[in-house]
């Protein structure tokens, strides 16, 4: 799958409700015939797909030209006081982008923790050191995949619009933030609902990460 994509793809988060026989490869046959050519697997709630499912997955995706995206699972702490959970967290993040890769995935996103007891930069670094060690663990197996941090919908969340940003230009040309709007629009109580206001996020982002960013949004 290439890194930059040449146009707009749209498609569901997850299976699509109309799925007979619910699994991720009647969910992909769904979304072509629906006319869509996208759809994010989800492994918010546990990483369930083998390595051979995921190669029958990404051989039917590409048959039917359906782009695939991956949700880590929702149980992740990169903030956590607790090593063992942060741990868990780091290694729950790997794992999706290992069988994402496999399932020829495009990226891989997943919401970042909570700020907890600590200071807001506290807790930045914290979340950025872990997704160093992310990204190494990755590199060093040779798994080529966006690592897509989302931008969360709650003030309790690590993931500012400004926080995802700055992972991107903090950790380098493989990250860049998923952009949730309707979490953006939560997030603020509300803004971030006009044409003005999400056209100043789209320049902000292309301020901060140049052009190359905005040609490969995952939103």
């Not at 869509?36 to 190669?55: H, N, Q, W, Y």
């Not at 992740?76 to 868990?88: E, T, V, Y």
């Amino acid at each position: 799958m290439p890194k930059r994509l040449s146009k707009l793809y749209f498609g569901t988060a997850g299976i699509p409700n109309s799925t007979p026989r619910k699994s991720t490869l009647n969910g992909i046959k769904r979304v072509h015939e629906l006319g869509l050519d996208a759809m994010e697997i989800e492994f918010v709630r546990g990483i369930r797909m083998t390595p051979s499912k995921a190669i029958e997955v990404r051989n039917i995706a590409q048959d039917l030209g359906v782009l695939l995206t991956v949700h880590a699972p929702y149980y992740i702490n990169l903030n956590s006081s607790d090593p063992i959970k942060r741990q868990n967290s780091i290694q729950r993040i790997i794992e999706s982008a290992r069988i994402g890769s496999i399932a020829g995935a495009w990226s891989v996103t997943f919401h970042l923790g909570y700020y907890g007891n600590v200071e807001n930069n506290i807790a930045y670094n914290n979340v950025r050191e872990a997704l160093n060690t992310i990204i190494k663990v990755l590199h060093n197996e040779g798994i080529d995949i966006w690592i897509r941090p989302e931008l969360s919908g709650s003030i309790s969340e690590i993931g500012s619009l400004e926080e995802v940003v700055r992972l991107s230009e903090d950790l380098g040309d493989n990250v860049l933030p998923c952009i949730d709007f309707a979490h953006l629009h939560a997030r603020t109580n509300g803004r971030y609902n006009t044409y003005e206001e999400f056209r100043s996020v789209l320049e902000y982002i292309e301020a901060k990460l140049g052009r190359e960013a905005l040609c490969n949004m995952h939103i």
